[in-house]
């Protein structure tokens, strides 16, 4: 379970990783040799209370798969599912509307059983501030309206006080990302947009890599107990103080790294006071 309040300004924190079923993670030490894809959710489940489903991105959700998977996890456990990319990367203005009652639908298990703790909308570098782009995400947010929703942005020309305060309007997360600082790519700010979430993805700070296209390059980073701590000094203090739930997910996933940082980043919280032991 996430760390229940402390004091006034510490919120619950929900700690994970940006998906969990990945072959090389038995490799590395994370399963036991031999396990399967299938077996994977519940020993995920041992050791974190969330997850980020990274499925939901390349495929649309199904009510039936999603309900299987909540049969794998506790009752408290929580999942943020990524928004499928028909209505991120890949738009059809034709027929957008009707992905987004699809993902709706799909979702729906999680709504439900209250396990879903945000929906993320990561776009792409591309996507930046223009007209289209702007009437677009607002359009999308208001046929989304009433889910718990979080946007991540790699353009940097949305790191905007209009972009923020029309987030904060419809009470929807803006994404705090820790990434490379290259330019164009959208910063790594402390900026709260709903009181009740903030929502944090790690992505490792690979800066020769992050362009490569190449995903086993990109995202391929070990956090040290030093970034880890001017993190949590810099940003995390900031945050806890503006919102009642956090959560954070670390996406370094190619040999293992995500859970390692996972685990120690709760390590230094709990030694600092930010997490219940």
């Not at 490799?27 to 041992?46: F, N, W």
């Not at 890599?209 to 995202?219: D, E, L």
């Not at 980073?221 to 949590?232: H, P, Q, R, T, V």
């Not at 995390?236 to 996406?251: D, H, P, Q, S, V």
Request: hydrophobic letters at 40%; a positive charge.
């Amino acid at each position: 379970m996430p760390a229940q309040k402390q004091n006034a300004v510490t919120p619950a924190l929900w700690i994970g990783t940006s998906g969990y079923s990945y072959p090389e993670w038995v490799e590395a030490g994370i399963y036991p040799p031999g396990t399967k894809a299938g077996q994977m959710l519940p020993l995920y489940a041992r050791e974190f209370p969330v997850t980020e489903l990274n499925y939901t991105w390349y495929q649309m959700p199904r009510a039936e798969a999603v309900e299987r998977q909540r049969d794998l996890v506790p009752p408290n456990f929580r999942f943020c599912a990524k928004l499928t990319r028909t209505l991120t990367h890949e738009v059809d203005a034709k027929t957008w509307r009707n992905e987004a009652e699809k993902y709706r639908a799909g979702i729906a298990p999680l709504v439900q059983s209250r396990q879903l703790l945000a929906i993320l909308m990561q776009f792409s570098g591309g996507f930046d501030r223009s007209l289209k782009h702007r009437s677009y995400l607002g359009a999308l947010l208001g046929e989304l309206a009433g889910l718990p929703l979080a946007v991540e942005f790699r353009n940097a020309a949305w790191a905007n006080d209009k972009v923020f305060a029309e987030l904060a309007r419809r009470q929807v997360s803006l994404v705090t990302v820790d990434e490379p600082e290259l330019p164009g790519l959208f910063p790594s700010l402390d900026v709260v947009t709903n009181p009740d979430l903030f929502y944090v993805r790690f992505h490792g700070r690979n800066a020769l890599g992050w362009r490569s296209g190449k995903m086993a390059t990109q995202f391929d980073y070990d956090y040290s107990d030093g970034e880890l701590e001017a993190w949590m000094d810099e940003k995390l203090r900031g945050l806890i103080e503006r919102a009642k739930t956090g959560a954070l997910f670390f996406n370094n996933h190619v040999r293992g790294q995500a859970p390692r940082n996972a685990r120690r980043l709760i390590e230094l919280l709990r030694k600092a006071g930010l997490l219940a032991a």
